[in-house]
């Protein structure tokens, strides 16, 4: 198929490509073809200005329309797709309903951001969760939410209409196609991926692209040729076993979220303050291994619970243990031909463990320190099992193995713990940055074990006022 031939679907109607770059933001793409209602305001996935629906096909109809971040899609993983922007909610004449209540409410002020906040509000009012969690990716400049709380609201008391958005809600579920353009490959089944890759080994790997999406927006050289994997069926699935959980690489972080439960409290806890939902619903857990970046919030937990790295190439199929994927600063243990397939989280009785993040925002923004913690205690209360991860302290994430050593086989107490904290403390030499000294994260990440003791271990320690 010829570049010019792939087309998608654009607020209703079948819409041609064209022959451009792939690698071009559809935001960028909507602009040139004169759909400016879709803002831009930081071109990086920070802002929400640019949120527009995203129809997932084959999702279940509380998921099937999702708002994500325009600035962060390339136009090469549009082809069979399908989006409305601000331009399609108003219908014959008549603003819909999520409008009508942002005007009864006032909830625009300056008017940049309302459109991303509209599209956002109408996502989650056909998902059923119309509440302050449903916009946390939309930035009001004005510092107007209150009047968009309510709106939201308002909305949430309201039966949904029936309308456009209901009917593609309701539609049976079908499969995106595969499409092939030069540079830009999307294939549909593990197997076609990995011949591609094995035939353009410079070829870089984009799955929600939430991280390479950035350095696309913001202009930075591409890669020689992509190799997108949001199309594999393989890599979406998510297996809950007694033993353990089975993660496929594809899986995104908002459908994880959704979907873990109580199986493992400390990962649920990191996804809940990881980035914006925009990005939750692209991002994937194995994006977040992959870019090995050392504030990534994801890693730390998978430190912690000693998860498994299933890596597929036509080679072969190895497993790697986490705590040996990562090799220095933005390095993994991958081989150039190899793509990270699935993560196994164990699932062993008694284990107590937990996550924090510390960061200037609640959410949607950079770790200062990102920790998580898991530990097992026998019938006497003493450790048998011990991680304490962090992230945001090293070029890579890292245990404190010798603390961790050093809790096994004792009584966890008082004593043990104020030994414990000094210890931690005293582990590691992070870097003085922008965002905090050296010497205030190393009190975080002492303070924040002694957090996690006192929650979710009942003991009094003090937590200091860093955590």
Known sequence: MKPTDLEFRLNGRAQAIGDGEPTESLLRWLHRQGLR????????????????????????SDRRL???????????????????????????????????????????????CTPGFVMSLLAGQYAGQLDAHCFEGNLCRCTGYRPIRAAAAELAAQALPADQFAQRCQSPPSALPATDRPGFHC?????????????????????????LGVGLSQHRPPAPAYIALDRVSELQRLQF?????????????????????????????????????????????????????????????????????????????RQIEVAEFFNGYRQTALAEDELLARVRLPRPP??????????????????IVAAAFALRLDDEGRVVHARLAYGGVAATPVRALAVEQSLLGQR???????AA?????????????????????????????????AESCGLATPLGADA
């Open 37 to 60: 209602g879709t803002k831009e305001g930081c071109g990086d996935g920070d802002c929400g200005a640019c949120t527009v629906l995203l129809v997932q096909p084959d999702a279940p």
């Open 66 to 112: 999702q708002a994500i971040n325009s600035c962060l899609l390339p136009m090469g993983q549009l082809a069979g797709r399908e989006v409305y922007t601000v331009e399609a909610v108003a219908a014959d004449g008549q603003l819909h309903p999520v409008q009508q209540a942002m005007v009864r409410q006032g909830g625009s002020q300056c008017g940049y």
């Open 187 to 211: 294939p549909t089944s593990l197997a076609e991926a990995l011949r591609l890759k094995a035939a353009q080994p410079q070829a870089s790997w984009i799955a929600g692209a939430t991280d």
């Open 241 to 317: 076993e007694a033993e353990q959980t089975i993660i496929g690489a594809g899986v995104s972080l908002r459908q994880l979220e959704l979907s873990l439960g109580d199986a493992h409290p400390a990962l649920t806890q990191m996804l809940s303050v990881f980035a914006a939902r925009q990005v939750r619903e692209r991002a994937t857990l194995g994006g977040n291994l992959g870019t090995a970046s050392p504030i990534g919030d994801l890693l730390p937990v998978l430190l912690a619970l000693d998860a498994r790295l299933e890596c597929h190439s036509l080679r072969g199929v």
């Open 350 to 367: 008694g284990l107590i463990s937990a996550s924090y993040k510390v960061s200037k925002r609640p959410s949607d923004d950079i770790s």
């Open 412 to 418: 966890l107490d008082e004593t043990l713990a104020q």
């Open 421 to 453: 904290m000094t210890a931690v403390r005293e582990s590691f030499e992070p870097l003085n940055d922008q965002r905090a000294s050296a010497d205030y994260r190393r009190s975080l990440c002492a303070s924040l074990f002694g957090r996690f003791l």
